[in-house]
């Protein structure tokens, strides 16, 4: 049997029929660049994430442009610092580089993969301009305690919730907690474009004016430059698209928890693995892993939008490779996020980092594989895709 990391042939024939109409709508408008399809996502996200008037959505070329522009907009720079985790797509940490700022990496937690509060705590320093937790994997980050170390010290919190639209914290959606959220439609998301795009938003009227100017070459009136920006402009088209999609992502979030609950009751019916029980270990609390060799993901808040399902293959290093080789052999995709930890980056090694420096993030990159999540994913390969893990390891 075949089974697809992602499939786009699958989804609902409905759907295609209209992005087509969306094409030709736009195709026949002439407007191709930002304008009223963008305007019109803009006020449906913000309306799906927090409703109108509570906070501003302002449509980019990309996730990785949405990150760049929050720290633009801060007058981040040389000599600041922003604390990130060192589990993460390099965009998290790029972007602060680019601006010349210091990425200050920080380990995860090994429950949820997320930011690790003490770790950030213990890195604040008068330099610490913001903080850029991660809601990794379609799941929300800590924050009640990442929001207090946050306002305590009077810095920013700019989410990176790429990976996370529509998960909530606390009844929330992440990305409206901070000052600032950051969201990708690269088209592997669970909302996402035929191309690259993003979306900031922020319940500040004020930055959410000067997120708008610097998108476009700082301007606001046609070359009347108010700053130095850059061409972070949303494509109409891509826009138009993601209007057609975005009133069916309930459902497909719905659809990829289905999926992981029953990739949950295969692999805990087998004996072979276990979720991480108690509290996240977010809350201060101690957190003991179980010793099984496969170790399923949790959701330490109150909703997993499963953006993708990762477990942990433990063993001996290599165990994990040797898992995912089998699967590929036996025509089951997976993918491995992420097999080097930032801090460990060759680009990153003037920053002195050292193997052995954040423990939970170096082990997460030689244990983790995502398997198939997407929404049109089908029983009968999640049984397989399972039983082809499950073989291996027994053997």
């Known amino acids: 049997m075949k089974v697809p990391l992602l499939d786009f042939s699958r989804q609902d024939p409905a759907l295609n ?8 709508r736009v195709f026949a408008s002439g407007h191709f660049i930002m304008g009223p399809e963008v305007e019109g996502l803009e006020r449906e996200c913000a309306s799906y994430l927090g409703g109108l008037g509570q906070i501003e959505a302002i449509g980019v070329s990309s996730g990785t442009d949405a990150i760049l522009l929050a720290l633009m907009a801060l007058g981040i720079g040389p000599g600041d610092e922003v604390i990130c985790p060192a589990y993460t797509f390099f965009a998290t940490a790029g972007c602060v580089a680019r601006t010349g700022a210091t990425p200050v990496f920080a380990d995860v937690l090994p429950c949820c993969f997320n930011l690790d509060p003490a770790q950030v705590a213990a890195r604040i320093t008068p330099k610490t301009k913001a903080i850029l937790p991660v809601h990794l994997y379609g799941q929300a980050a800590p924050m009640g305690a990442l929001l207090d170390l946050a306002a305590r010290h009077r810095i920013p919190i700019i989410e990176d919730a790429a990976q996370a639209i529509g ?52 301007m606001h009136v046609k070359y009347h430059h108010e700053a130095v920006g850059g061409n972070f402009r949303l494509d109409a088209l891509q826009a138009a698209f993601l209007r057609v999609k975005l009133p069916r992502l309930d459902a497909a979030h719905a659809a990829r928890r289905r999926n992981a609950a029953h990739y949950d009751r295969l692999f805990l ?83 002195g980092y050292r193997p052995g420096s954040l423990p939970v993030s170096e082990a997460l990159a030689q244990e983790t594989l995502a398997l198939p999540i997407f929404p049109e994913l089908r029983p009968e390969e999640i049984d397989f895709a399972v039983k082809t893990v499950l073989g291996f390891i027994k053997s």
């Open 17 to 24: 029929d209209e992005l087509r109409a969306a094409f030709e």
């Open 167 to 218: 998960a909530q914290f606390e009844g929330r959606a992440v990305g409206t907690l901070g000052l600032m959220g950051c969201f990708s439609f690269f088209p592997t998301k669970n909302l996402g474009a035929l191309g690259d795009g993003g979306l900031l938003v922020t319940p500040d009227r004020a930055l959410a004016k000067r997120l708008r100017a610097l998108r476009n070459h700082g």
């Open 269 to 351: 019916e087998s004996g072979l693995a276990a979720k991480v029980e108690g509290p996240c270990q977010g809350e201060g609390k101690p957190l003991a892993l179980p010793a099984s060799p496969i170790l399923l993901p949790r959701a330490c808040g109150e909703s997993h939008i499963y953006n993708q399902y990762v477990i942990r293959i433990r063993g001996k290093q290599g165990h994990r490779d040797a898992v995912r080789q089998h699967l590929a052999e036996n025509g089951v995709m997976t993918e491995i996020y992420y097999p080097i930890p930032l801090h460990l980056q060759e680009c990153f090694a003037p920053l």
